[in-house]
């Protein structure tokens, strides 16, 4: 009993536990799932108690029994009421069935009906044709022919009908104006209406009224002002009353007023749509123009640049110094225009998308919009930079107006690429055009004719002037060999000499100079600015009057730099004539004043030094190398470069051509004069030098091999003197040759020179008596002599023909049998030179000993 009262929790409970109950809403709820409601049932049916401990309540079924005999009355009276309502739907769908299908009935007929009637109408309409137009379908077509015409007659009746209101309106306008001065029917038109529609009307009837003003009251577009009278203006009646033509134009310009307004406050809100209204109005109104100059000259950005357009051209110093510098590279295009194309690309693409949704005929504002850009912004700005160059320098006028025009063609390039008024596609063929034809007209006024490539060409003499000042100065005041017909080759040299000195120093002393290109042009050349006042005094060294590769590098690079503007400033069909006259200038300064000038100085120090009484000075030769190079690079910039460039015109090329190989032409032949002048210089003084020999240097006598006279100090010697001095003499010459020409002309200068020295030496030593000491010293003379032209770069002919000295001196110290085995094998010796039987004969006979019977032997067996 404790058990059950514990499982009551009060006193007024049954012993019997009570199940819980269901309603129908529990089983009909959406969130009824069968499973969770039997483990809730499950869990609710065992008592909280059942957790302690062994002595558990067993498991009670009578609650849930009696739950579910509740549940199973409850769904018995469920099936029945669902049963019921299952037999009132089926009757309704019943019903519904028959009703549809009288529905139907009911719409065929209609449908019959309606068929019939279609045909009798078109019975009607074709009462006397027979033979009707069927189409595919087999319905006659004659009914739609008809229907056409009666619309085209409607469609004609009501265009009468309007042309009639119009007639009526316009007749009661011009009475208006014509009788009491106002158009009070327009104006009330605008008021009541103010769509675009009826604004064109109101343009279309104000544009009307002005012919007939012309033609009705003639008397009123002879006079402008007060009121007319009765009278008769070329035979038509003139109306008392007011002045049409005042009252007319004086509505049209409120009208357009108006719409400028109204299109300028569009603008401002940003109202494509009527703004694009108020563009259609006008332009059939007067064309659009008044619109465009609105929108063209009110835009923003030209009020804006207006105020800021006079402002001066602030580039620091530094940039300016940078651009007046043919030596640095350009800083590029000036700040301040940079800024403003920079500004206009923004601008110009942003405004395009504006112009085509604003205006139906966009091209011709787009066209109308670029026009005022360059030829007012690019154009005042670019002007006042340039103008600011000019003040600078040649070369800094130049270099802005290359950079310039550089920067605002790839400004026209973006454009044409963004598309403008066609983004995202490429612009059309007449925005391209226009653009194009904007860019030539900024800078017609630098380009036209030959006045850029005549400013490129000043602007180079100036710098070539100026580099070469020093050269010409040192090379004007050397004294000149007055040989008759070398000097007057060398004149036309003098002459250039002197137009370029004095080309710099007219130019120094010109007031068209400006202080920054002063300061550079002395700067170029070397100078101080003191130095100017004083310009004979310049000190010069010699240093001055050598070529200079750097130099000659300078001249190519400022050349090259002009070049390259030529290309992209000039037109294509003047690029071979603008390069040609380059060419001149650069065969004038570079090759004649600098190459020629240098060769000439060499050439005649080499002609001096051919009668010279004391050993000559071939220092002069090292000038020859970078007279040879700069020439090669010179050479092969002018056939790489310039007449490349001047292909599309063969007559210019084929000139350009042979002004080249002319002027290499004449740099190899006076190179080539020097080297055989020289030649002749050194052979010359060696020839001097073997006539000093002495007789009895190959004939030393026994006593002096005594060593009480310090003789052995003889003996132990190398050579001769002589031997000695021209040895040191040709080593000295083989270093000034080697730094003056290389490769193959080394070559053949040292082969030509090795075996003229060899000629000498052979004829030398058939002079002098030789006793057996001596032949020991001709030996060391020779194997000297051998020695030292072998130091020299010589072919392998020329070095045989050399070696032939070695076996002259064997012939002074072997003995009979030897001479005798020689004399039956002569070997050639070389280069066209051969020891002969007459040679061998002759050197033999020059031995001491020759008398001997061994040795008539073998003079005998010759």
């Not at 210089?681 to 060696?686: D, K, P, Q, R, S």
């Not at 003056?740 to 000498?760: M, T």
Request: glycine share 6%.
């Amino acid at each position: 009993m404790a058990s059950l009262n514990s499982g009551g929790g009060g006193s007024g409970r049954s012993i019997f536990p009570i199940g819980p109950s269901f309603t129908l809403e529990n089983f009909s709820n959406k969130d009824f799932i069968v499973r969770d409601f039997i483990e809730d049932l499950s869990d609710s049916s065992v008592p909280i108690n059942r957790r302690s401990g062994p002595g558990q309540i067993a498991f009670d079924p009578k609650p849930l029994i009696r739950t579910f005999e509740n549940a199973l009355s409850q769904l018995a009276n469920l099936s029945e009421e669902l049963g019921e309502k299952e037999a009132e739907l089926l009757t309704s769908v019943r019903r519904a069935e028959v009703q549809h299908d009288n529905t139907l009935d009911t719409l065929g007929r209609k449908l019959d009906e309606s068929i019939e009637s279609y045909e009798a109408l078109d019975k009607d309409l074709n009462p006397s044709n027979g033979a009707n137009v069927y189409d595919r379908s087999g319905r006659s077509d004659g009914g739609g022919l008809i229907a056409v015409q009666i619309g085209e007659k409607l469609e004609g009746l009501d265009k009468q009908r309007r042309r009639a209101q119009d007639a009526n309106f316009l007749i009661q306008c011009w009475l208006e104006v014509s009788a009491n001065g106002q158009l009070t029917s327009l104006e009330d038109m605008i008021r009541r209406q103010g769509s675009g529609d009826n604004k064109v009307r109101c343009a279309i009837i104000a544009r009307q009224l002005m012919k007939m003003s012309q033609r009705l009251d003639p008397s009123s577009w002879s006079q402008t002002n007060g009121k007319k009278t009765n009278g008769i203006t070329n035979g038509v009646t003139g109306y008392r009353g007011h002045n049409t033509r005042e009252l007319i134009e004086k509505f049209s310009e409120t009208l357009e007023k108006d719409l400028l307004k109204q299109f300028d406050d569009s603008y401002r809100k940003q109202n494509f749509e009527d703004m694009l209204e108020c563009a259609k109005v006008l332009h059939d109104f007067n064309g659009g123009s008044s619109v465009v100059a609105l929108f063209v000259n009110q835009h923003q950005f030209f009020i804006d640049r207006s105020q800021l357009i006079t402002d001066e051209v602030t580039t620091d110093n530094e940039t300016w110094e940078r651009l007046a510098d043919p030596d640095s590279d350009p800083p590029g295009v000036e700040p301040s225009l940079q800024s403003l194309i920079d500004e206009i690309r923004i601008v110009m693409q942003d405004e395009s998308f504006i112009i085509k949704r604003a205006f139906p005929y966009y091209e011709v504002v787009l066209t109308k919009f670029i026009q005022r850009i360059f030829q007012q912004s690019i154009q005042q700005r670019l002007e006042m930079v340039l103008e600011k160059a000019d003040t600078i320098s040649s070369l800094a006028f130049l270099r802005s107006l290359h950079a310039s025009r550089s920067y605002i063609n790839n400004l026209i390039e973006d454009l044409k690429a963004h598309g403008l008024t066609e983004h995202p596609e490429a612009c059309s063929a007449q925005t391209a055009l226009s653009l194009d034809q904007q860019l030539d007209e900024l800078f017609v006024p630098y380009l036209v004719g030959s006045s850029y490539i005549d400013r490129e060409r000043k602007s180079l003499e100036e710098l070539y002037s100026s580099l070469l000042f020093k050269f010409t100065i040192y090379h004007s005041r050397r004294k000149k060999v007055p040989t008759g017909f070398m000097a007057s080759l060398a004149q036309q040299g003098t002459q250039l000499l002197s137009t370029a000195k004095d080309a710099y120093i007219d130019r120094l002393d010109s007031s068209e100079l400006t202080p920054t290109q002063k300061a550079m042009m002395l700067r170029v050349a070397g100078l101080r600015d003191q130095d100017n006042n004083a310009k004979n005094e310049i000190e010069v060294n010699d240093q001055d009057g050598m070529l200079s590769i750097p130099n000659a590098k300078r001249m190519l690079k400022w050349l090259a730099e002009g070049v390259r503007r030529a290309l992209e400033l000039g037109s294509g069909s003047d690029t071979p004539k603008d390069v040609s006259s380059l060419l001149n200038l650069l065969l004038t300064n570079m090759g004649q004043v600098y190459i020629e000038t240098a060769l000439d100085a060499a050439s005649d120090q080499s002609l001096s030094q051919e009668t010279v009484k004391v050993e000559p000075d071939v220092s002069y030769l090292p000038s020859l190398q970078p007279a040879i190079t700069i020439t090669n690079v010179m050479s092969r910039f002018i056939n790489t470069v310039l007449i490349r460039l001047a292909e599309s015109n063969t007559t210019v090329r084929r000139t350009m051509e042979q002004q080249t190989k002319s002027a290499v032409e004449r740099i190899e032949s006076k190179t080539n004069n020097i080297v055989r002048s020289t030649i002749t210089v050194i052979l010359n003084w060696v020839t001097k030098l073997l006539a000093g020999q002495k007789k009895a240097d190959f004939r030393p006598k026994d006593s002096e091999l005594d060593g009480s006279r310090g003789v052995p100090g003889y003996l132990e010697t190398l050579q001769t003197t002589t031997c000695a001095s021209i040895c040191t003499f040709l080593s000295r010459v083989a270093t000034y040759s080697a730094q003056a020409i290389d490769g193959q002309n080394l070559e053949v200068f040292s082969c030509e020179l090795a075996l003229s020295v060899r000629d000498l030496l052979f004829e030398h030593f058939k002079k002098f008596q030789v006793n057996a000491t001596g032949g020991l010293m001709v030996t060391k003379d020779m194997s000297k002599y051998v020695s030292t032209l072998k130091e020299w770069p010589l072919s392998k002919e020329a070095g045989g023909g050399v070696e032939l000295l070695s076996e002259i001196g064997n012939l002074f110290i072997i003995g009979p049998e030897a001479l005798r085995e020689r004399s039956r094998n002569f070997q050639a010796g070389g280069a066209g030179k051969k020891l002969q039987k007459t040679d061998f004969r002759a050197f033999i006979s020059r031995r001491d000993d020759s008398g001997s019977v061994g040795i008539q032997s073998v003079l005998a067996g010759l």
